[in-house]
């Protein structure tokens, strides 16, 4: 059996990524809740921060709070919560669900707040956003993903929307 090349009109073919926002989110100190069954628990405080999109910008509100478990010394699974105002006075919810892979060294750098070398880490995250926003609403009927990079006082990432 021979394969064909994929159809511009397949309906399985692979999703494109198109690029939806850079988003900056200034962090605080982790709080350590501690060692339990399942890992390491750390919640670290959401400060601030900026997103741009196309055509539009948006600071993050101080408030929110990434939820944190560190599975092992190369694994930690990240659950962030926090909202979003745009320019325009809409505001969005964002929940982004991540996983951050190092090395163990690395990962240990991490968490004691040292800056390393972004290539050495594997950060992927799948957010998704809630909102009223009759101009914003169709970021509620999307899928996301995106990548990132931790420095000391701050994450980076690029959300990409599947097209």
Excluded: K
Excluded at 10 to 28: H, I, K, S, W
Excluded at 65 to 89: C, H, K, M, N, P
Excluded at 104 to 124: I, K, N
Aim: contains cysteine; hydrophobic residues 45%.
């Amino acid at each position: 059996m021979t394969s064909s090349p994929p159809q511009e009109n397949d309906p399985l073919a692979a999703p494109r990524l198109a690029r939806f926002a850079d988003v900056t989110v200034e962090v605080g100190e982790p709080m350590v809740l501690g060692e339990g069954a399942q890992g390491l628990r750390r919640v670290v405080p959401i400060l601030g921060g900026r997103a741009t999109g196309d055509g539009w910008t948006a600071r993050v509100l101080p408030g929110g709070a990434d939820f944190q478990r560190i599975a092992s010394d190369t694994v930690s699974e990240l659950d962030a919560r926090y909202g979003l105002e745009t320019d325009a006075g809409d505001r969005i919810y964002v929940r982004n669900r991540a996983i951050r892979a190092a090395p163990a060294e690395v990962m240990a750098q991490l968490l004691r707040g040292a800056p390393v070398d972004p290539a050495l880490v594997y950060f992927r995250c799948a957010p998704s956003f809630e909102t009223r926003s009759q101009s914003l609403r169709w970021i509620t009927e999307r899928l996301f993903v995106g990548v990132g990079v931790r420095h000391p006082a701050q994450v980076v990432m690029r959300f990409f929307a599947l097209q």
